[in-house]
């Protein structure tokens, strides 16, 4: 029996990309929710912005496949344009552990039905004359610095760990 391997290195980017998702559930479920408004490092960013940062970033990958709108696009100004504590927090870590879940749970949905033609193509942030000069700026390329940017912030909240202890 023949493997497509290209259907093999999508599913295994995927599947890194929910094991990561589910890393950072797990995080934000461990302490007490004041917990989350400390910085990671002395005039870093608090946990609650990395996880409004995150969420804002993979929800911008729902227009950018053409999979629908973006779920909290409110979110983008705060989190994407905007240092941390220069706006007031306006929501609470559970309702961004909500959002969190919601977003993850609807690109899991899409991810499951694309198509590995689907992967290989281009995204709407790359005109179709760039696309044409490098093909590698495809969905999949954006699916694997998504995981690596959860990958690295995920990194930094484990600075927290070392801060206080678990409950």
């Avoid at 929910?18 to 960013?45: C, M, Q, W």
């Avoid at 927090?89 to 959002?99: G, K, M, N, P, V």
């Avoid at 879940?101 to 039905?113: G, I, M, R, S, V």
């Amino acid at each position: 029996m023949e493997t497509n391997f290209t259907e093999q290195i999508i599913k295994q980017i995927i599947n890194a990309w929910a094991s990561n998702s589910k890393t950072i559930s797990n995080f934000f479920t461990k302490y007490e929710d004041a917990y989350y408004l400390t910085e990671v490092a002395p005039g870093r960013n608090r946990a609650i912005y990395l996880l409004g940062h995150l969420i804002a970033s993979n929800d911008s990958m729902l227009p950018m496949f053409d999979l629908g709108e973006s779920l909290y696009p409110e979110l983008e100004a705060t989190f994407l344009r905007t240092p941390d504590k220069t706006a007031a927090d306006t929501l609470t870590i559970a309702e961004l552990r909500q959002y969190w879940e919601t977003l993850n749970t609807t690109l899991a949905a899409h991810f499951d039905k694309m198509q590995t033609q689907d992967w290989m193509g281009r995204h709407n942030r790359v005109s179709e004359e760039d696309f044409a000069l490098e093909p590698m700026r495809n969905k999949l390329n954006v699916l694997i610095g998504r995981t690596n940017h959860q990958q690295y912030h995920y990194g930094q909240l484990t600075l927290l760990t070392q801060k206080v202890p678990a409950v």
